[in-house]
T-cell receptor
Framework: NAGVTQTPKFRILKIGQSMTLQCTQDMNHNYMYWYRQDPGMGLKLIYYSVGAGITDKGEVPNGYNVSRSTTEDFPLRLELAAPSQTSVYFC??????????????FGPGTRLLVL | TQLLEQSPQFLSIQEGENLTVYCNSSSVFSSLQWYRQEPGEGPVLLVTVVTGGEVKKLKRLTFQFGDARKDSSLHITAAQPGDTGLYLCAGARSSSNTGKLIFGQGTTLQVKP
């Protein structure tokens, strides 16, 4: 099992450009999450999904969109990139049977720089 | 507003020393987790505590959940250079089955040989 994979690893965007961060998991997990990590700020939840076709906002959803058409994939879309979106983005997944007591498995992250 | 406050934010110690990292909140959590993150990688779960007063040990690491389930601590005995990394606590606010976690801002630990 590859676990949670994310692409790309690093990207530079110009202000106003758009891009999609890809996330795929091969563990048949129901729950998937997108976080951003800024220096000294821990991780902030952007969006999450409890199953295919179901998504919901987290703490910091503004400027982002998600979709979950399959169990495996959970792409994060940035529209009109802004410097404030410069961050490291992590995708995670969990089985979805025990809520907050479950292990979340994280991908290696995507480092995004918006100039 | 940071619901989970970790302290200290940065800790640099010599190999063999002991240390404690704290994770505090004014809110009650149904469970609390500790993750460890190395540079360039995603966080990896170390432990989950769910009962007030619970103590769990993982080799030289001891985790405790406060009696009121508002705080937690991580104690490392005889720290090794391999313990270097970012330690994150994360709490689940309710028993609802969404798995949503609130993360502390992290404690960066540097253990010098």
């Amino acid at each position: 099992n590859a676990g949670v994979t994310q692409t790309p690893k690093f990207r530079i965007l110009k202000i106003g450009q758009s891009m999609t961060l890809q996330c795929t998991q091969d563990m048949n997990h129901n729950y998937m999450y997108w976080y951003r990590q800024d220096p000294g700020m821990g991780l902030k939840l952007i969006y999450y999904s409890v199953g295919a076709g179901i998504t919901d906002k987290g703490e910091v959803p503004n400027g982002y969109n998600v979709s979950r058409s399959t169990t495996e994939d959970f792409p994060l879309r940035l529209e009109l990139a802004a410097p404030s979106q410069t961050s490291v983005y992590f995708c995670a997944s969990s089985l979805g049977l025990a809520g907050g007591q479950e292990t979340q498995y994280f991908g290696p992250g995507t480092r995004l720089l918006v100039l | 507003t940071q619901l989970l406050e970790q302290s200290p934010q940065f800790l640099s110690i010599q190999e063999g020393e002991n240390l404690t990292v704290y994770c505090n909140s004014s809110s009650v959590f149904s469970s609390l987790q500790w993750y460890r993150q190395e540079p360039g990688e995603g966080p990896v779960l170390l432990v989950t505590v769910v009962t007030g007063g619970e103590v769990k040990k993982l080799k030289r690491l001891t985790f405790q959940f406060g009696d009121a389930r508002k705080d937690s601590s991580l104690h490392i005995t005889a720290a090794q250079p391999g313990d270097t990394g970012l330690y994150l606590c994360a709490g689940a606010r309710s028993s609802s089955n969404t798995g949503k976690l609130i993360f502390g801002q992290g404690t960066t630990l540097q253990v010098k040989p």
